[in-house]
């Protein structure tokens, strides 16, 4: 029966404060009871951690792990060790300043078909102001990509909208290196070894405001801020599909990215994999493509 699903939402905290009562709230009053709150803080100097051990005492589904180094390790290992800790059949993300429609878990589980297939669920989302105020919803057109040649160049799997099972969990630890972005690492290897599951509903609000540690701008946008973009695809992504080729050596996919983003193959060269690979660009990549290789 799905009623014995066991979940574990996985919560990462830090400086998160001025929304966590909310977002923890929304949690703890799913409507899919069989579900456990793993809390990890990552050294907050704010009263982030008052707030989790006044639910942690009040609730005995809310797990809190020890920070026993005190120190900041960054989201991405903050991640990986609530992964490590995590004991469920499927397992969901949860940013610290969001809010979950009661019944989003529920929405999962009733998508969750097979727990021998490594899989991801994800879904749309709200995007809202720091008030809840709905602005636009996050994707769109998810639902018409499938497979890894059309996750290459695109960035569409939002962390905090994911479920992946047990199955998924086993394959994803330990991280390898390179790992800049967990939902990007979750995404691709889900393609590479399994299936992703889209829902093309919205099941919670992503709230943006001016402490977001990551927003609802594409991938793309978020790191051109911090890198000067003169490729068609993005350097920190490169150097982590790279160090993925290594982990899964006998993906074609794979080889095909690392000689498109080569330095030494010509642009025809290149155009002609993407198409014989049905590998999708969006216009701007392909410009980039053309103009810069």
């Known amino acids: 029966m799905k009623e014995d699903i066991s979940v574990n939402v996985l919560l990462p905290?830090?400086?998160?404060?001025?929304?966590?009562?909310?977002?923890?709230?929304?949690?703890?009053?799913?409507?899919?009871?069989?579900?456990?709150?793993?809390?990890?803080?990552?050294?907050?100097?704010?009263k982030t951690l008052e707030i989790v051990k006044y639910f942690q005492s009040r609730d005995p589904r809310?797990?809190?792990?020890?920070?026993?180094?005190?120190?900041?390790?960054g989201l991405v290992k903050s991640i990986e060790k609530l992964l490590n800790f995590s004991d469920a059949d499927v397992?969901?993300?949860?940013?610290?300043?969001?809010?979950?429609?009661?019944?989003?878990?529920?929405?999962?589980?009733?998508?969750?078909?097979?727990?021998?297939?490594?899989?991801?669920?994800?879904?749309?989302?709200?995007?809202?102001?720091?008030?809840?105020n709905i602005q636009y919803q996050f994707l769109n057109e998810v639902s018409n990509k499938k497979g890894l040649e059309d996750s290459l160049f695109h960035y569409f799997v939002q962390g905090a909208s994911v479920m992946i099972n047990n199955k998924l969990k086993e394959i994803l630890l330990p991280f390898p290196d390179n790992v800049?972005?967990?939902?990007?690492?979750?995404?691709?290897?889900?393609?590479?070894?399994?299936?992703?599951?889209?829902?093309?509903?919205?099941?919670?609000?992503?709230?943006?405001?001016?402490?977001?540690?990551?927003?609802?701008?594409?991938?793309?946008?978020?790191?051109?801020?911090?890198?000067?973009?003169?490729?068609?695809?993005?350097?920190?992504?490169?150097?982590?599909?790279?160090?993925?080729?290594?982990?899964?050596?006998?993906?074609?996919?794979?080889?095909?990215?690392?000689?498109?983003?080569?330095?030494?193959v010509s642009r025809i060269e290149k155009i002609k994999l993407l198409k014989k690979y049905k590998i999708s660009l969006r216009l701007k990549e392909m410009l980039l493509l053309l103009i810069k290789n």
Do not use: A
Request: neutral net charge.
């Open 13 to 46: 905290t830090y400086n998160g404060d001025l929304f966590l009562k909310d977002q923890i709230e929304s949690i703890l009053n799913q409507t899919y009871k069989n579900i456990k709150l793993l809390i990890r803080d990552d050294g907050s100097s704010d």
């Open 91 to 132: 397992i969901f993300f949860s940013d610290q300043d969001d809010y979950w429609l009661e019944n989003k878990i529920q929405i999962f589980i009733d998508n969750y078909t097979n727990s021998e297939i490594p899989t991801l669920i994800h879904s749309n989302c709200y995007v809202t102001d720091d008030k809840l």
């Open 180 to 264: 800049y972005i967990h939902d990007r690492y979750f995404h691709i290897v889900s393609e590479i070894v399994g299936q992703r599951i889209y829902i093309d509903s919205s099941t919670m609000y992503y709230r943006q405001h001016g402490g977001n540690l990551i927003g609802s701008q594409s991938i793309f946008k978020k790191i051109k801020k911090n890198f000067k973009i003169k490729k068609f695809y993005l350097y920190k992504d490169k150097v982590f599909l790279q160090t993925l080729s290594k982990k899964f050596p006998n993906n074609e996919l794979l080889k095909i990215y690392n000689i498109l983003t080569s330095d030494t």
């Open 62 to 73: 809310v797990v809190v792990l020890e920070n026993k180094e005190g120190n900041n390790n």
